[in-house]
């Protein structure tokens, strides 16, 4: 069955700290699509990146960075020199087919951040 | 362009009531979903729909009817309201997938409380 776990439940550190968020997934498609999403306190659901199965290439955003890995079904976000803005519930999620040319979408149970001044 | 938005934000219910939430899309997107949120559980899917006047079974559809009369919009309907559906309700749209491209977009949530 599909899944995405993401093993921590919390993470705190402290202002300007690298941090690393893990998540690992399992899925029988062929092609898929990986998510980070980011839920401010606010609530909102808040897009980082997409990733299609197909390319492996590791990518960076600003002070984001994401790295993706076949072989170990993982696809791991960093955060460089964290700020207190980025203190959130960080969700990674993937794709699973529901027919033709549509998917819903598998969440982790997500990994929530602390970032203390 | 306000992108996908929820009605209401917030709203308590007692046991056995009914409510509707309302989604709607001004991105002219295909496909709508309902999703919940719960502690420690992350999005669930509940219904989704493929086009205007289809509908369809997500992961967690008991207790949920849904209705696609319009393409921008879908209606997510409690006709019985239980305690267990307490919950955050997020609603998202997106195009037609594509090799090269797929993205969910979300509303900000309906939080529904039912004592």
């Known amino acids: ?117 | 362009n306000a992108g996908v938005t929820q009605t209401p934000k917030f709203r308590v219910l007692k046991t056995g009531q009914s409510m509707t939430l309302l989604c709607a899309q001004d991105m002219n997107h295909e496909y709508m979903y309902w999703y919940r949120q719960d502690p420690g559980m992350g999005l669930r899917l509940i219904h989704y729909s493929v086009g205007e006047g289809t509908t369809a079974k997500g992961e967690v559809p008991d207790g949920y009817n849904v209705s696609r009369l319009k393409k921008q919009n879908f209606l997510l309907g409690l006709e019985s309201a239980a305690p267990s559906q307490t919950s955050v309700y997020f609603c998202a749209s997106s195009f037609v997938r594509t090799r090269n491209s797929y993205e969910q977009y979300f509303g900000p949530g309906t939080r529904l409380t039912v004592t």
Do not use: H, M
């Not at chain 1, 960076?60 to 076949?70: A, C, D, E, V």
């Open chain 1, 1 to 117: 069955a599909q899944k995405v776990t993401q093993a921590q439940t919390e993470i705190s550190v402290v202002e300007k700290e690298d941090v690393t968020l893990d998540c690992v997934y399992e899925t029988r498609d062929t092609t898929y699509y990986l998510f980070w999403y980011k839920q401010p306190p606010s609530g909102e659901l808040v897009f980082l990146i997409r990733r299609n199965s197909f390319d492996e290439q590791n990518e960076i955003s600003g002070r984001y960075s994401w790295n993706f890995q076949k072989s170990t079904s993982s696809f791991n976000f960093t955060i460089t020199a964290s700020q207190v803005v980025d203190s959130a519930v960080y969700f990674c999620a993937l794709s699973e087919s529901l027919s033709y040319n549509t998917d819903k979408l598998i969440f982790g149970t997500g990994t929530r951040l602390q970032v203390f001044p």
